[in-house]
């Protein structure tokens, strides 16, 4: 008969892992500031607008959603010009919603595939468009994905588990709060793109 071992247990924490689960509490933290100021009916009267250059806010999107990946990985290919944009925003919220669009991106991918971001210049919009790799979604998939955008933990599974995200639903407030919409589009075997697309009178001279 086995006998059961004296020897204490492993109690040896993974450095890893606690920089992986702080990022995460930080992160719950923003959201629950975001939450308390939008989650109900944002309105241009609640937003902090100022001249809010892209590259830093794209950068705090990325690093927020990389930080929940690891050990998995994406490759961020950001266009430069997309970077030196400058809008009339507020960038906490705008953060916020590219956000989630980048976790969507995340979970319908695989590990190393590319996310990329560029722009689109319309005549009345200008657009940050996500691309990702992943396997796409039929159409009825996505209205019910953007129909449950309530935020959750954990990145999704094959069991539709959310990612700790503002939802689509509380980003596509965020959007309309800046008179913007979020767009999805996407094919099974193809990939997926998002569109947070705002007034291209809220665009101001590219740096």
Do not use: Y
Not at 90 to 106: H, N, Q
Request: charged share 25%; no cysteine; glycine share 8%.
């Amino acid at each position: 008969m086995a006998q059961a071992s004296d020897a204490p247990a492993d109690t040896t924490l993974n450095p890893r892992a606690d920089n992986q689960t702080e990022a995460v509490a930080q992160q719950l933290l923003r959201l629950a500031d975001d939450l308390a100021d939008f989650a109900t009916e944002p309105s241009p009267r609640a937003l902090h607008e100022t001249a809010a250059l892209l590259g830093p806010v794209i950068d705090a999107a990325v690093a927020s959603v990389s930080a929940q990946l690891r050990p998995g990985l994406r490759h961020w290919n950001i266009e430069p010009e997309l970077r030196r944009l400058r809008v009339r925003a507020d960038s906490r919220a705008l953060e916020g919603a590219l956000a989630a669009l980048l976790r969507r991106a995340a979970r319908h991918s695989r590990d190393g595939d590319v996310v990329a971001l560029r722009h689109m210049l319309g005549s009345e919009t200008v657009a940050i468009v996500v691309e990702d790799e992943g396997d796409g979604l039929p159409a009825q998939d996505l209205v019910t994905e953007a129909a449950s955008g309530a935020p959750g933990i954990g990145f999704g599974t094959a069991n539709g588990t959310r990612g700790l995200d503002l939802g689509l639903t509380l980003a596509r407030s965020l959007a309309a709060a800046h008179g913007g919409e979020i767009r999805l589009e996407s094919a099974p075997g193809i990939g997926a793109r998002a569109w947070l697309t705002l007034p291209r009178s809220r665009l101001l001279d590219a740096t």
